[in-house]
């Protein structure tokens, strides 16, 4: 016998209770789907950039609009972890207008991204939305912001060189499509001038440029001054200034990720230029001391380490060798300070790295690239045995006068008692005005070669 509703419950109390009617009708009524109901929680707490909230039962990653100011407006927060019965949630502005008890609805139980072929030479959000005024985006489809991992068996080998027009680059550290690169540096020493000449100079179908926690100001001075019109014509560019909320600087990291992935699986070569890996791990931070995570190095929480890897592991070679991203990564080594854990960690998971240091900067050596310590770890397996031979004589002889550098200076070498150094110092200005060049400047790849063959061939 099929059981009724309570009888005693009227309609007024029933309303009141639409998930219970809903599964009545399900459990009775074999043709009928459970109604949808929105998820509703209060706020029991705010504390610094977390807000604690009660009955909200939503998966880490929902995105939640809390009525602010008696109603009158949404607060848009992201589920970033719970303690027992109690969500924690951050927003993506301040907390201003938000009182205790006030109503939490559940939007979306997933962060998504949107996608569109539209998106090339636009300027926007980490959600997405324009920000260079030239009115909306016709976005094509939906994906997932963690995208969907490749099989490593699947991944394509990098084995074609990707010609990035600096000289520097394309004979020392040669660089493959699908290669994983950091470039790694203190600030003020040429890093953003270095961006701006890859993205104009480097051959690739799509450039997508990531600028997470910079000023404002920097921002537009990137795109207006350093990319220019040539440089916006096939870039498209995802800004998250330091005064959005870390959950939005996250998000544009992410986003910028997907972006990549879409033009990829489309068999494009995708160039991605992130800057930079240490602003969201400063992003990650926040958001893991305000969840209860406690900090360990430097005061990073644990879920900094997990997540740098995590982005890295994005790009490359497509499936089957279809399409392709190559991604250059700049590390704020901060106080110039090369063991910082978040250095670290990311040598450790990049296929390389370019260093740049002050002390070129200072010298007005542009760009400020340091052989010393730079590597490109794919080089060996792109260059023939003769460009080879001439990339590691470049290195040695850099990497040699650099390491007795002092010591020459004082005038305490004695020439001809090391004909290797003999050699480093007879052709140090001349690699020094090798390794330099202007930021319009653009050399291919044969012509890279053939000056450094004129320069250090003859000798082989």
């Not at 560019?237 to 997907?258: D, F, T, W, Y």
């Not at 460009?387 to 005038?411: H, M």
Request: net charge neutral; glycine share 12%.
């Amino acid at each position: 016998m099929t059981r009724q509703p309570p009888l005693f419950c009227g309609w007024r109390e029933l309303s009141r209770h639409g998930n219970q009617l809903s599964h009545w009708l399900a459990q009775n009524k074999g043709e009928l789907e459970p109604v949808e109901s929105p998820v509703f929680g209060k706020v029991t707490r705010v504390t610094g950039a977390a807000i604690e909230a009660r009955g909200l039962t939503a998966p880490v990653g929902a995105l939640c609009s809390i009525e602010i100011l008696g109603g009158k407006e949404q607060l848009p927060a992201e589920v970033v972890g719970f303690v027992g019965d109690t969500t924690l949630l951050i927003p993506f502005q301040g907390v201003g207008g938000l009182s205790p008890g006030a109503r939490i609805i559940m939007r979306d139980a997933s962060s998504t991204g949107r996608l569109s072929a539209e998106l090339i030479g636009r300027v926007i959000d980490g959600f997405g939305n324009p920000l260079d005024g030239r009115g909306e985006i016709n976005y094509a489809e939906k994906a997932d912001l963690d995208g969907v991992a490749l099989n490593p068996m699947e991944r394509g080998p990098i084995k074609e060189v990707l010609d990035t027009g600096i000289k520097a680059i394309n004979t020392a550290l040669t660089i493959g499509r699908g290669q994983r690169i950091g470039l790694i540096a203190g600030s003020g020493v040429g890093k953003s001038v270095l961006l701006g000449m890859l993205t104009r100079n480097t051959e690739a179908d799509v450039v997508v440029i990531a600028l997470i926690g910079e000023r404002g100001r920097e921002v537009k001075d990137f795109i207006s001054d350093t990319l220019g019109r040539e440089g916006m014509a096939r870039a498209i560019v995802v800004a998250a200034p330091a005064n959005v909320s870390p959950v939005e600087r996250i998000k544009a990291a992410k986003l910028s990720h997907l972006i990549s992935e879409y033009f990829r699986d489309q068999g494009k070569n995708v160039l991605l230029l992130f800057d930079s890996l240490t602003r969201v791990a400063h992003a990650q931070r926040e958001i893991g001391l305000a969840s209860g995570e406690p900090p360990t190095t430097k005061g990073y929480p644990p879920s900094v380490f997990s997540l740098i890897p995590n982005f890295i592991e994005r790009p490359g070679v497509g499936r089957g060798g279809r399409g392709s991203i190559t991604s250059f990564y700049t590390v704020l080594a901060e106080g110039d300070d090369r063991s910082d854990p978040i250095v670290d960690i990311s040598r450790a998971s990049l296929d390389g790295q370019i260093m740049l240091t002050r002390e070129l900067a200072d010298a007005a050596h542009y760009p400020a690239i340091d052989l010393a310590g730079s590597i490109s770890r794919v080089a060996n397996t792109l260059l023939q045995p003769a460009q080879l031979k001439l990339a590691q004589k470049l290195r040695r002889l850099w990497t040699l006068y650099a390491q007795k550098e002092d010591f020459i200076n004082v005038g305490a070498y004695e020439t001809n008692s090391n004909p290797d150094l003999d050699e480093a110092i007879r052709y140090r200005q001349d690699m020094s005005l090798f390794l330099q060049q202007r930021d319009e400047e653009k050399f291919s790849f044969q012509e890279g070669w053939r000056q450094l063959d004129l320069l250090l061939g003859g000798d082989r």
